[in-house]
C-alpha cells in the first residue's frame, strides 16, 4: 500500500492497545433550563482490524458519536484516544490536524464538489496533507482503479450514477491510507441492489485489514458488519457480535 509520508507529531502507535478508546463520553447540550444528553456516558474500543456498525433510531446518538469518533467534535466530559493521541483536549488546528491523518470519512450523499471532477475530488485529502502535485495524481489514480471508476476521471461527479459517485467517495476516503474509515449512513440514498454493493465493497476493505465503522438506523445494513454497538438515547445497551444481535432482536428486543 502507499507509504505515509505525512509529517508524524505522533508517537508509534503500539498494535496491542485500542485504535479507539472510549471512557465515559457525554456530549451535553443545553438549552435554557433542558439539558439533552446526545451521548450519555459512551464507553467503548475498537481494534485495528475490526468493522463495527453503531445501530440505533434517530435521535439516539449516532452522529453526536460519530462526530466525536471522526474527530469532528469533542466531548463535553470523558476521555477519547485515537491512535493513543488524546483527542478529548484537542482544538481546531489539532483536530484537524489528526483527521487529515487517521480518518477517511464516507457520507451519505457522497459530498464531492460538484465543479471539479473525479481525480480532483480524490486528490483532495492528499493536497490538505501537503504532498506534491505528481504523487498526489498517481495515488488519486491508483485509489480510482480500486473502485472501478479509473476510466471516468475526467467526469465530473454528476456525470455518475449514485452506486459510483459513492465510489469515488470511498476512493478519497482511502486515498489518505486512514488507519479509519468512518462511513455514516454510506448507502441511505442508494437502491438496495447498490447499497449492497457498496456493502459488499467495505468488507472487501475490511478484509484487506482496514477498520472500518459504519453508521446506520437499519439493522438489516448494521447485520452485515462483524461487530454490533446499538445505542439508545445515548447510551450503549448491546455490544457484540452481528450473530449475537442477529439473536437478540429476533426476540423482539
Ligand atoms: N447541536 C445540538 N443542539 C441541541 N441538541 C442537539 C444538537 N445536536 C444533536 N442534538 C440532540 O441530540 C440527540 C442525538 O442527536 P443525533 O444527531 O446524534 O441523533 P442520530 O442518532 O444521529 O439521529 P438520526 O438517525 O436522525 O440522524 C437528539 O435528541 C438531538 O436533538
Ligand atoms: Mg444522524
Redesign the pocket.
Known amino acids: 500500500m502507499f507509504g505515509r509520508e505525512k509529517k508524524r507529531e505522533s508517537k508509534p502507535f503500539d498494535p496491542s492497545m485500542p485504535l479507539i478508546h472510549l471512557k465515559d463520553v457525554y456530549k451535553i447540550?443545553r438549552?435554557g433550563d433542558n439539558e439533552?444528553r446526545?451521548n450519555d456516558g459512551i464507553s467503548m474500543d475498537i481494534y485495528d482490524g475490526e468493522f463495527v456498525a453503531i445501530v440505533?433510531?434517530?435521535?439516539?446518538?449516532?452522529?453526536?458519536?460519530m462526530n466525536i469518533i471522526g474527530a469532528l467534535d469533542v466531548p463535553t466530559q470523558g476521555e477519547y484516544v485515537l491512535g493513543g493521541e488524546d483527542v478529548s483536549r484537542m482544538k481546531g488546528d489539532q483536530l484537524a490536524s489528526i483527521r487529515n491523518r487517521m480518518i477517511g470519512f464516507i457520507f451519505q450523499q457522497y459530498n464531492l464538489l460538484p465543479r471539479q471532477n473525479l481525480l480532483e475530488n480524490v486528490e483532495l485529502p492528499l493536497l490538505y496533507a501537503g504532498v506534491k502535485a505528481s504523487e498526489r495524481r498517481k495515488r488519486a489514480m491508483e485509489s480510482l482503479e480500486r473502485v472501478g471508476v479509473a476510466d471516468k476521471w475526467r467526469h465530473k461527479p454528476s456525470q455518475l450514477s449514485g452506486g459510483q459517485q459513492q465510489r469515488v467517495s470511498i476512493a478519497r476516503a482511502l486515498v489518505g491510507n486512514p488507519s479509519l474509515i468512518l462511513a455514516d449512513e454510506p448507502t441511505g440514498a442508494l437502491d438496495s441492489r447498490t447499497s449492497r454493493d457498496v456493502l459488499g465493497f467495505l468488507k472487501q476493505l475490511n478484509d484487506e485489514g482496514n477498520t472500518i465503522i459504519l453508521i446506520t438506523?437499519d439493522n438489516s445494513i448494521a447485520l452485515q458488519a462483524k461487530r454490533i454497538v446499538r445505542?439508545h438515547d445515548?447510551k450503549i445497551v448491546f455490544d457484540g457480535s452481528a450473530e449475537a444481535y442477529r439473536e437478540e432482536i429476533s426476540h423482539g428486543n
Open positions: 447540550y438549552m439533552v446526545a440505533g433510531k434517530s435521535g439516539s446518538g449516532k452522529s453526536t458519536i438506523h445505542i445515548g
